[in-house]
């Protein structure tokens, strides 16, 4: 596998449902993120790791909760959602925070019903 | 504010050129990316500016004016694979990027 690689694609969940996506970077970055994308909309910044450690969270409610365990890999915990939470979560890497060119993943797409 | 606008949709004909503007507003710069977002997949690296001027990358090019906060795409000899959405961001003073909507390109034959 090369590059960046997301999963699931989709997910279809119900609000009360807890779920997990997944994130892995074989680029041998060391800075992390995370992006919601919704139709016509700017991509919102969700969360950034750089070295594992969270250097940002742009107000993102607690429902959505990262977690970093190596340069590596990226989850994104997800329990309690609203319908207006569905959209494509993208996760992107870098070769570090100040170095900006992001590499994306295919992204999930998610469905809230 | 930060704030990055461009237009919302174009239309080009195969074979053509288009040029697709992107206006920035940002605490501090420290440059501006353009990627490619095809339907359903991930955005992908097109170009990064940070000293005005134009750069050119085979059939597309991107321009910088730091002093009118203005950037633009230029795509030459238009294929129909260029359909895609083009995403520009501006990158701000700590080094976060600042993305625009984006704009859908749609190439008719």
């Known amino acids: 596998e090369t590059g960046v690689t997301q999963t699931p694609r989709h997910l279809v969940m119900g609000m009360t449902n807890k779920k997990s996506l997944k994130c892995e970077q074989h680029?041998?970055?060391?800075?992390m993120y995370w992006y919601k994308q919704s139709a016509k909309k700017p991509l919102e910044l969700m969360f950034v790791y750089s070295l594992e450690e969270r250097v940002e969270n742009n107000s993102v409610p607690s429902r959505f909760s990262p977690e970093c365990p190596n340069s590596s890999h990226l989850f994104l915990h997800l329990h309690t959602l609203q319908p207006e939470d569905s959209a494509l979560y993208l996760c992107?890497?870098?070769?570090?925070?100040?170095?900006?060119?992001?590499?994306f993943g295919p992204g999930t797409r998610l469905t809230v019903l | 504010g930060q704030n990055i606008d461009q237009p919302t949709e174009m239309t080009a004909t195969e074979g053509a050129i288009v040029q697709i503007n992107c206006t920035y507003q940002?605490?501090?710069?420290?440059?501006l990316f353009w990627y490619q977002q095809h339907a359903g997949e991930a955005p992908t690296f097109l170009s990064y500016?940070?000293l005005d001027g134009l750069e050119e990358k085979g059939r597309f090019s991107s321009f910088l004016s730091r002093s009118k906060g203005y950037s633009y795409l230029l795509l030459k000899e238009l294929q129909m694979k260029d359909s895609a959405s083009y995403l520009c961001?501006?990158?701000?003073?700590?080094?976060?990027?600042?993305w625009g909507a984006g704009t859908k390109l749609i190439i008719k034959p």
């Open positions: 992107a890497s870098s070769q570090k925070r100040e170095y900006n060119e992001q590499f």
């Open positions: 500016n940070v």
């Open positions: 940002t605490s501090g710069f420290n440059g």
């Open positions: 680029l041998g970055h060391n800075a």
């Open positions: 961001a501006a990158v701000d003073s700590n080094y976060q990027l600042i």
